[in-house]
């Protein structure tokens, strides 16, 4: 097998078995309600851990996807709730607001040429910031289009429900995959995370995929903002703190490579669904306190940083050797 | 050394600071005002130097760490873990000293873990320290039981809110520990090594250098310096708050390193600008309290802060900012001024 | 290597009779009167260049004579200050690499600016992958990419990644790339720095069916030999100004260096080591020495006041043993004996203490500290080996610094100059420096005056000589031969990873030297 496919392979093996001993324990966790739920409650940290891998797989790191969901969910509440009107011209507004946002975070990142980590730090004390200031509370949602897309669903052999939220984001995955892997500006992210000075002088628009690159990590982050306010019926300035490095975790777990260059957005879906997986199991079991879920995210991500480690450096060496016999 | 203090002096750093707090000063008149009661000095700029002490200190640990090209983000988890250390030694009546060194002991151990990772496993430092992290509170949280321990040790309440010479006791242990750990890094070749390290981690291999026991040994003392800053904040609250103890204040020790100007990629660094870096932060939380904007403003000014700092320190704007002022004179150049013999 | 060469695109092109008379009707791309400068430094002066079709066109000059600003200038990487580019007549202005490639300007930089995370396809086509239904057409890539690079005979599987192949093949695919891409320029910006000499070979045969096809090739090397070999016409820089441009056959190589040099060859060579009678005292044995994998087992006593030069090709294990005694790399098998006493080396830092010094080949990655002073660059390994404790203290280190500065000609505008400011050839001596602070008995030279100018190059070679004639070992791997013979008072071969030979006396000169590396070759063909 392709090296760089390994990873991945780990992710979903580990995440079949662990879903398996689950079972093994708790027979109730095999039934597609459960499966539903996990794609409904986990529907904003995929949408905003698919924008995660791009920027990760480019070689950046976004640390505002958690303050722009915040920002977004206050701004389409604030809209639709005190401004009245109607939720999908609010989600117009909101996604092209979050996608100026990141764009101009790209921008800075490439014409400033600073590092990501500094610039998207600003972004998140920016977003917060903004949300804090429009509302200090949460603020309801009560729009009759809002109960409408929660009552839509599909129901699964089972009795198990694949929500409208549940479904964009397998949908976000799905467009994710596709343009990361099937279009020019997919190659042009992989491109800039190998080597950014090779992908320049080989034609790559570094300055508009960067921009590109960012603009799309925070249209996902908007659009998980609008996701989180669907599933909460309100916009809250705090929601989502911190979910930045859940979905890096994410991202990581997931097969991609936190130096760029390698990665797959499928690997994501497989790394929001095992973090899901250990709450669920936190839940079925009752006895274990919530603090558990923490623990057993951070002895995940040191396993699979760990196994990216063996395998790069495996690969590295045959390199080498095969250098070296040349 | 005479030339670098003057030129320190006159570091942007510290013109921004003066720049803060006379800002402060012309939305709060009384914001200059130190008052002299029960043995200790009381006021605003006080209070400056007491609340911005925990994140000086854990700038103070993230500076060397960030010279060698690193990061550590779990400094504000660590904060956690050792503050539930120090308050569950207080309330099981542990020695004084045990109460003390055990939570450092812990700290050092975070440290020594994330050191190597980075350093013995050559992991990213960004993924490496993200791992603790995550786990870290986690870790807090399972030694605090999930709640929130208090506790009533007169040591512990003395570290967090005593004084000493009239200055709060957080700001006394801050401005030892600057001190401290600048002599040791200028002193000796430690901080040669480091900014070395930083700057070519190759070459320094090449070099002898014995990089791998240094970065080792700077990422314990950052774990160190987290845990100072747990038991103060631990001592402050009299209590081990697990989920908010150092919450986001990694990110506060890191933006207070960049602005001491130690450059994210690594070299060279100072350990005093960095902790001046920290006062400014808190200088501008303290303006906006005492000046009556509300509290939300204080991210966005901090966004606005970073975005001055990395358009002065742009690698592309700076020398056409600095043709414009000319702040500096131009760089020497080799061909002109070639030895003769 | 494919027989039949057909062009990809005879339309773009061209398929006329490569001229060498340089008629105009032949030019393809004309620089005229090119300024730039950064800062008040002027690297390009009003320098004029033309490329003319099925022609090799060598660009020469010393370190900051130019080169790279000019085809920096050419291929939309900077933008001219003063001065005109046409192509084909037509004069164009480009901002970007992008517009440069559409207007058929290909360019191969030194170290193969490639994706090396990406797949051979990807390196092929990105920035212009066939689309279909608005998604990149895999199946067309793939049999396009094969396609390609049959002509340049090479069947690989090109879904692999590029950092599976080997330096000469990536090389292969980089030029593959330049040339279905642009098709009228084709840039080489040192493209044999890296490669042994069968892949050199491999690669002058592309270059002479691409020169056949009609494109104008531009080749910028340091190796004159391979100058004479290829080019059809050599323009020479120096100092940001034009010296001359010349066709191959008007030009001897005194005539072409002094071009470069801009005065007569200030290092005369073969002023043999002297004498063949051995070196006083043994120093060190190398007994069994070796590393599975790395470097086979070898013998080698070293004497105090000898050079050893060490010849053989690239990745015939030199580097490799190189770090082997260095401790960089530990040995697995055999010791070392330094004075009859047995020593480990598990880390440089070992090594080191023995009072042995490095000068690595890659001077860059493995050696300056490019941020740090000129004085702390020289101090560092002296520091390093008193530990950190013993801090040297600003005087004393101004004190060593400035000592060498003066005794090995290092040229700063002061100490406190940041080290990365300097040319690769004061470089080089900072380095040299940098070990004879701590008062070696040893040291090992990695390319020494690799990438360098001719003028630090002869600096160099004294000092070897000299440091020899005070009583130090060295050992100097070098690929240039005539350097090699020069100071060396034995010669040892390197050999798939194997010493196998070791020449003295009057053994030592290029002939033999070739032999014993390319013994293996007659030993293959038997």
């Not at chain 2, 992290?133 to 999930?146: D, K, S």
């Not at chain 3, 049999?143 to 690989?156: K, N, P, V, W």
């Not at chain 3, 892949?199 to 045969?205: Q, S």
């Not at chain 3, 002479?208 to 080749?219: H, N, S």
């Given at each position: 097998m392709n090296p760089r496919y390994r990873p991945l392979a780990a992710t979903t093996l580990i995440f079949v078995i662990a879903y398996?001993?689950?079972?093994?324990?708790?027979?109730?966790?095999?039934?597609?309600?459960?499966l539903?739920?996990f794609l409904?409650?986990n529907a904003f940290l995929g949408i905003a851990a698919v924008g995660a891998t791009f920027v990760i797989i480019s070689g950046g790191i976004d640390?505002?996807i958690?303050?722009?969901?915040?920002?977004?969910?206050?701004?389409?509440?604030?809209?639709?709730?005190?401004?009245?009107?109607?939720?999908?011209?609010?989600?117009?507004?909101?996604?092209?607001?979050?996608?100026?946002?990141?764009?101009?975070?790209?921008?800075?990142?490439?014409?400033?040429?600073?590092?990501p980590?500094?610039?998207?730090?600003?972004?998140?004390?920016?977003?917060?910031?903004?949300?804090?200031?429009?509302?200090?509370?949460?603020?309801?949602?009560?729009?009759?289009?809002?109960?409408?897309?929660?009552?839509?669903?599909?129901?699964?052999?089972?009795?198990?429900?694949?929500?409208?939220?549940g479904l964009l984001m397998l949908l976000v995955f799905l467009i994710g995959g596709l343009i990361a892997h099937r279009t020019r500006f997919g190659s042009y992210v992989y491109a800039l995370g190998g080597n950014p000075?090779?992908a320049?002088?080989?034609?790559v628009?570094?300055?508009?995929v960067t921009?590109g690159i960012y603009a799309l990590s925070?249209l996902l982050g908007?659009l998980a903002?609008?996701?989180?306010?669907?599933?909460?019926?309100?916009?809250?300035?705090?929601?989502?703190?911190?979910i930045e490095l859940d979905s890096i975790a994410a991202v990581v777990i997931g097969g991609t490579l936190l130096t760029g260059g390698y990665g797959f957005v499928f690997g994501t879906l497989i790394g929001v669904m095992l973090q899901g997986l250990v709450?669920?199991?936190?839940?079925?079991?009752?006895?274990?306190?919530?603090?558990?879920?923490?623990?057993?995210i951070?002895?995940l991500l040191f396993l699979f940083i760990l196994l990216q480690q063996l395998v790069f450096s495996a690969h590295k060496?045959g390199t080498?050797?095969?250098?070296?016999?040349? | 050394?005479?030339?670098?203090?003057?030129?320190?002096?006159?570091?942007?750093?510290?013109?921004?600071?003066?720049?803060?707090?006379?800002?402060?000063?012309?939305?709060?008149?009384?914001?200059?005002?130190?008052?002299?009661?029960?043995?200790?000095?009381?006021?605003?700029?006080?209070?400056?130097?007491?609340?911005?002490?925990?994140?000086?200190?854990?700038?103070?640990?993230?500076?060397?760490?960030?010279?060698?090209?690193?990061?550590?983000?779990?400094?504000?988890?660590?904060?956690?873990?050792?503050?539930?250390?120090?308050?569950?030694?207080?309330?099981?009546?542990?020695?004084?000293?045990?109460?003390?060194?055990?939570?450092?002991?812990?700290?050092?151990?975070?440290?020594?873990?994330?050191?190597?990772?980075?350093?013995?496993?050559?992991i990213q430092?960004f993924v490496?320290?993200l791992v603790?992290?995550?786990?870290?509170?986690?870790?807090?949280?399972?030694?605090?039981?999930?709640?929130?321990?208090?506790?009533?040790?007169?040591?512990?309440?003395?570290?967090?809110?005593?004084?000493?010479?009239?200055?709060?006791?957080?700001?006394?242990?801050?401005?030892?520990?600057?001190?401290?750990?600048?002599?040791?890094?200028?002193?000796?070749?430690?901080?040669?090594?480091?900014?070395?390290?930083?700057?070519?981690?190759?070459?320094?291999?090449?070099?002898?250098?014995?990089?791998?026991?240094?970065?080792?040994?700077?990422?314990?003392?950052?774990?160190?310096?987290?845990?100072?800053?747990?038991?103060?904040?631990?001592?402050?609250?009299?209590?081990?708050?697990?989920?908010?103890?150092?919450?986001?204040?990694?990110?506060?020790?890191?933006?207070?390193?960049?602005?001491?100007?130690?450059?994210?990629?690594?070299?060279?660094?100072?350990?005093?600008?960095?902790?001046?870096?920290?006062?400014?932060?808190?200088?501008?939380?303290?303006?906006?309290?005492?000046?009556?904007?509300?509290?939300?403003?204080?991210?966005?000014?901090?966004?606005?802060?970073?975005?001055?700092?990395?358009?002065?320190?742009?690698?592309?704007?700076?020398?056409?900012?600095?043709?414009?002022?000319?702040?500096?004179?131009?760089?020497?150049?080799?061909?002109?001024?070639?030895?003769?013999? | 290597?494919?027989?039949?060469?057909?062009?990809?695109?005879?339309?773009?092109?061209?398929?006329?009779?490569?001229?060498?008379?340089?008629?105009?009707?032949?030019?393809?791309?004309?620089?005229?009167?090119?300024?730039?400068?950064?800062?008040?430094?002027?690297?390009?002066?009003?320098?004029?260049?033309?490329?003319?079709?099925?022609?090799?066109?060598?660009?020469?000059?010393?370190?900051?004579?130019?080169?790279?600003?000019?085809?920096?200038?050419?291929?939309?990487?900077?933008?001219?200050?003063?001065?005109?580019?046409?192509?084909?007549?037509?004069?164009?202005?480009?901002?970007?690499?992008?517009?440069?490639?559409?207007?058929?300007?290909?360019?191969?930089?030194?170290?193969?600016?490639?994706l090396p995370n990406m797949t051979v396809i990807d390196n092929?086509f990105i920035?212009?992958q066939?689309r279909?239904?608005g998604l990149v057409d895999r199946k067309?890539m793939a049999?396009?990419?094969?396609?390609?690079?049959?002509?340049?005979?090479?069947?690989?599987d090109v879904h692999a990644e590029l950092s599976t192949?080997?330096?000469?093949?990536?090389?292969?695919?980089?030029?593959?790339?330049?040339?279905?891409?642009?098709?009228?320029?084709?840039?080489?910006?040192?493209?044999?720095?890296?490669?042994?000499?069968?892949?050199?070979?491999?690669?002058?045969?592309?270059?002479?069916?691409?020169?056949?096809?009609?494109?104008?090739?531009?080749?910028?090397?340091?190796?004159?030999?391979?100058?004479?070999?290829?080019?059809?016409?050599?323009?020479?820089?120096?100092?940001?100004?034009?010296?001359?441009?010349?066709?191959?056959?008007?030009?001897?190589?005194?005539?072409?260096?002094?071009?470069?040099?801009?005065?007569?060859?200030?290092?005369?060579?073969?002023?043999?080591?002297?004498?063949?009678?051995?070196?006083?005292?043994?120093?060190?044995?190398?007994?069994?020495?070796?590393?599975?994998?790395?470097?086979?087992?070898?013998?080698?006593?070293?004497?105090?006041?000898?050079?050893?030069?060490?010849?053989?090709?690239?990745?015939?294990?030199?580097?490799?043993?190189?770090?082997?005694?260095?401790?960089?790399?530990?040995?697995?098998?055999?010791?070392?004996?330094?004075?009859?006493?047995?020593?480990?080396?598990?880390?440089?830092?070992?090594?080191?203490?023995?009072?042995?010094?490095?000068?690595?080949?890659?001077?860059?990655?493995?050696?300056?500290?490019?941020?740090?002073?000129?004085?702390?660059?020289?101090?560092?390994?002296?520091?390093?080996?008193?530990?950190?404790?013993?801090?040297?203290?600003?005087?004393?280190?101004?004190?060593?610094?400035?000592?060498?500065?003066?005794?090995?000609?290092?040229?700063?505008?002061?100490?406190?100059?940041?080290?990365?400011?300097?040319?690769?050839?004061?470089?080089?001596?900072?380095?040299?420096?940098?070990?004879?602070?701590?008062?070696?008995?040893?040291?090992?030279?990695?390319?020494?005056?690799?990438?360098?100018?001719?003028?630090?190059?002869?600096?160099?070679?004294?000092?070897?000589?000299?440091?020899?004639?005070?009583?130090?070992?060295?050992?100097?791997?070098?690929?240039?031969?005539?350097?090699?013979?020069?100071?060396?008072?034995?010669?040892?071969?390197?050999?798939?990873?194997?010493?196998?030979?070791?020449?003295?006396?009057?053994?030592?000169?290029?002939?033999?030297?070739?032999?014993?590396?390319?013994?293996?070759?007659?030993?293959?063909?038997?």
């Open positions: 398996g001993l689950c079972i093994l324990q708790y027979p109730g966790m095999w039934s597609t309600r459960i539903g739920n409904t409650d640390l505002s958690g303050a722009v969901i915040g920002l977004a969910g206050v701004v389409v509440a604030v809209l639709v709730s005190h401004l009245g009107l109607h939720p999908i011209a609010a989600f117009g507004i909101v996604l092209t607001m979050s996608a100026l946002f990141g764009a101009a975070m790209g921008a800075v990142i490439h014409f400033l040429q600073v590092p980590f500094i610039v998207t730090l600003a972004g998140m004390f920016l977003a917060r910031g903004l949300a804090s200031i429009l509302s200090q509370d949460s603020i309801p949602i009560s729009h009759p289009f809002y109960k409408t897309i929660m009552d839509l669903y599909y129901r699964l052999p089972g009795g198990g429900r694949l929500s409208a939220i000075t090779s320049a002088l080989m034609g628009p570094t300055g508009p921009i925070s908007g903002g609008i996701v989180y306010s669907l599933y909460t019926s309100a916009g809250y300035p705090l929601a989502a703190v911190g709450q669920t199991y936190i839940v079925f079991d009752g006895t274990l306190s919530s603090w558990w879920t923490k623990i057993a951070g002895v060496a080498r050797l095969k250098k070296a016999a040349a | 050394m005479r030339t670098p203090s003057v030129k320190r002096l006159l570091s942007p750093q510290l013109v921004a600071l003066l720049g803060v707090l006379l800002f402060n000063w012309i939305v709060f008149p009384g914001f200059f005002d130190v008052a002299w009661r029960d043995g200790r000095l009381f006021g605003s700029l006080i209070d400056v130097i007491n609340r911005g002490a925990p994140v000086a200190i854990l700038s103070i640990g993230m500076t060397a760490i960030i010279a060698t090209r690193g990061v550590d983000l779990s400094v504000g988890a660590v904060m956690a873990v050792a503050g539930a250390v120090a308050a569950t030694c207080a309330v099981t009546g542990q020695p004084v000293i045990i109460m003390l060194l055990a939570p450092l002991a812990v700290g050092m151990l975070c440290g020594l873990w994330n050191g190597f990772l980075v350093s013995i496993l050559s430092p490496a320290t603790l992290m995550v786990a870290g509170r986690g870790v807090a949280q399972l030694i605090t039981e999930g709640s929130i321990v208090t506790f009533n040790d007169p040591v512990l309440i003395f570290i967090g809110t005593g004084s000493f010479l009239g200055l709060p006791m957080p700001a006394v242990i801050a401005i030892a520990l600057m001190v401290g750990a600048h002599l040791l890094v200028r002193r000796t070749a430690i901080g040669l090594f480091i900014e070395a390290i930083g700057v070519n981690r190759s070459a320094a291999n090449f070099t002898a250098l014995r990089s791998r026991s240094l970065v080792l040994a700077i990422y314990a003392f950052g774990g160190v310096c987290a845990a100072i800053a747990g038991t103060i904040a631990a001592g402050d609250i009299r209590g081990a708050d697990a989920n908010n103890t150092g919450l986001w204040l990694e990110l506060d020790a890191i933006l207070a390193v960049v602005i001491g100007g130690t450059s994210l990629m690594g070299g060279r660094f100072s350990i005093p600008l960095s902790v001046v870096g920290a006062l400014i932060i808190q200088a501008m939380n303290t303006g906006i309290l005492v000046s009556g904007f509300p509290p939300e403003f204080n991210l966005i000014v901090k966004a606005g802060l970073i975005i001055i700092i990395l358009v002065l320190q742009s690698a592309k704007l700076a020398p056409a900012l600095h043709r414009i002022f000319k702040q500096r004179p131009v760089k020497p150049s080799i061909q002109t001024s070639e030895k003769t013999g | 290597m494919p027989t039949d060469f057909r062009p990809a695109d005879p339309g773009s092109v061209g398929n006329r009779p490569p001229e060498t008379s340089g008629a105009d009707a032949n030019v393809v791309l004309v620089a005229k009167g090119i300024v730039k400068t950064f800062g008040n430094h002027t690297a390009l002066n009003n320098v004029d260049l033309a490329l003319h079709a099925g022609e090799v066109h060598a660009l020469l000059g010393e370190n900051g004579a130019g080169k790279s600003t000019l085809i920096k200038i050419i291929t939309g990487a900077y933008t001219p200050d003063h001065g005109e580019i046409s192509v084909d007549g037509v004069q164009v202005q480009f901002t970007t690499p992008q517009q440069a490639q559409s207007a058929g300007i290909g360019t191969v930089y030194q170290e193969v600016n490639l092929l920035g212009r066939p279909r239904y067309k049999r396009e990419a094969h396609r390609i690079l049959s002509q340049y005979g090479l069947d690989i192949f080997s330096v000469a093949v990536q090389q292969i695919i980089a030029i593959a790339r330049a040339v279905e891409l642009s098709g009228k320029v084709l840039i080489l910006d040192e493209p044999t720095a890296s490669l042994d000499r069968t892949e050199v070979e491999k690669l002058f045969e592309i270059v002479r069916r691409l020169k056949a096809r009609g494109l104008a090739i531009v080749f910028i090397t340091h190796f004159l030999d391979q100058v004479f070999e290829l080019s059809d016409r050599i323009t020479v820089l120096r100092n940001g100004r034009l010296v001359g441009s010349e066709t191959i056959g008007d030009l001897d190589r005194t005539s072409l260096v002094r071009m470069m040099l801009g005065k007569d060859l200030a290092f005369v060579h073969a002023e043999m080591a002297a004498d063949d009678t051995e070196p006083s005292s043994p120093l060190m044995h190398f007994r069994d020495f070796g590393r599975s994998g790395s470097v086979n087992p070898f013998d080698l006593t070293i004497h105090r006041g000898e050079v050893i030069g060490v010849a053989g090709l690239l990745g015939s294990g030199r580097t490799e043993m190189a770090r082997l005694m260095f401790g960089i790399d530990t040995a697995d098998q055999g010791a070392l004996d330094i004075d009859g006493q047995k020593i480990c080396l598990r880390a440089p830092q070992d090594a080191v203490s023995q009072g042995f010094g490095f000068c690595p080949e890659d001077r860059k990655v493995d050696g300056i500290f490019g941020d740090l002073s000129v004085r702390e660059n020289i101090i560092i390994a002296m520091q390093a080996k008193l530990g950190w404790l013993q801090a040297l203290n600003r005087d004393e280190q101004m004190e060593i610094a400035e000592h060498f500065i003066e005794a090995l000609d290092i040229r700063t505008a002061s100490d406190d100059l940041p080290v990365k400011l300097l040319s690769g050839g004061n470089q080089q001596k900072v380095i040299l420096a940098r070990w004879l602070a701590t008062d070696p008995r040893f040291l090992i030279l990695d390319e020494p005056t690799r990438g360098i100018d001719v003028g630090a190059h002869a600096e160099i070679v004294r000092m070897i000589s000299r440091l020899r004639e005070d009583g130090l070992a060295l050992i100097v791997i070098s690929s240039e031969l005539d350097e090699i013979v020069s100071y060396s008072s034995r010669v040892v071969v390197m050999r798939d990873r194997s010493l196998v030979a070791e020449l003295r006396g009057a053994e030592i000169n290029p002939s033999s030297i070739v032999r014993a590396i390319a013994a293996q070759d007659a030993e293959a063909a038997e």
